[in-house]
């Protein structure tokens, strides 16, 4: 399935219900997530409408993984998780991009599958700047 970028929310610039912008990389732009019951939960999408990631040339599909390690490196140095996990789902939306799920120990879902949408930790403005600023410092 393929999606209209008309219809696409990181075409569009509709994120701002689930995600804040961070920063552009190189070929992305990185979230954080609103919802944060996996403190320190971000995403990566790619530039443009890209459906998958085999659509892109090597030198594209290189430097958006290379993005996607370099926001996992910032996460691990801001939040010290004990694990990343990565999911790359574009059932219903059709535009390449990662999340990136930090998981404790003792943490939510730990051991097992991340919850896309759990609805259940939600932060004051000043609690998400403070997220971003430190993920900013390790970009």
Partial sequence: MYS???DCLYCTDSYDKLMIKIADLSVSRVFLFKEQT??????????DHI??????SENDRNAFMA?????TAAMQKAFNPEK???GAYSDK?????????????D????GGVFQMNPGKVYLSDSEY???IDLLKKSL
């Fill in 4 to 6: 209209n970028p008309a």
């Fill in 38 to 47: 996996y403190r320190g939960r971000c995403l990566v999408a790619y530039k």
């Fill in 51 to 56: 459906n998958d990631l085999n659509e892109l």
């Fill in 67 to 71: 993005d996607v390690c370099k926001v």
């Fill in 84 to 86: 990343i996990n990565y």
């Fill in 93 to 105: 939306l059709c535009h390449l991009h990662f999340h990136l799920v930090p998981k404790y120990v």
């Fill in 107 to 110: 943490g939510p879902d730990y």
């Fill in 129 to 131: 700047t403070e997220m």
